[in-house]
């Protein structure tokens, strides 16, 4: 049997690697939705933000990517719902990124 100690400092180990493999994913995820955007595919990129947001539902770059999507795709209503919902987690930039993007589309 471990002891206490042991038992403790493996426990620590497990968690730091868990938010390591979290944090790359989250910074994989990101990368392929950039890439989907720089080819002009959109609906995959809202797919893909929709699934990683099932897991980091409070991540606001995945938020502001879905918007993004939406926008890009011509669902304007829907993107400016979901908008107001997400607004008062968004940081000011972030806020200011959807308004270039979503406005470029009109």
């Known amino acids: 049997r471990s ?14 690697q868990s938010a390591y493999y979290e944090n790359m994913y989250l910074r994989l995820v990101k990368c392929c939705i950039a890439n989907k955007f720089d080819n002009h595919d959109y609906a995959a990129a809202q797919k893909t933000a929709v699934e990683a947001l099932a897991r980091e539902p409070y991540d606001t770059d995945l938020m ?10 011509g669902n304007r209503n829907l993107a400016y719902s979901y908008f107001c919902r997400i607004k008062p987690q968004l940081a000011e930039e972030q806020i200011d990124i959807l308004m270039k993007h979503c406005q470029k589309n009109k």
């Open 3 to 16: 002891t206490p100690i042991k038992s403790s400092a493996a426990s620590d180990v497990y968690k730091r």
């Open 64 to 73: 502001v990517a879905l918007t993004i999507s939406m926008c890009k795709q």
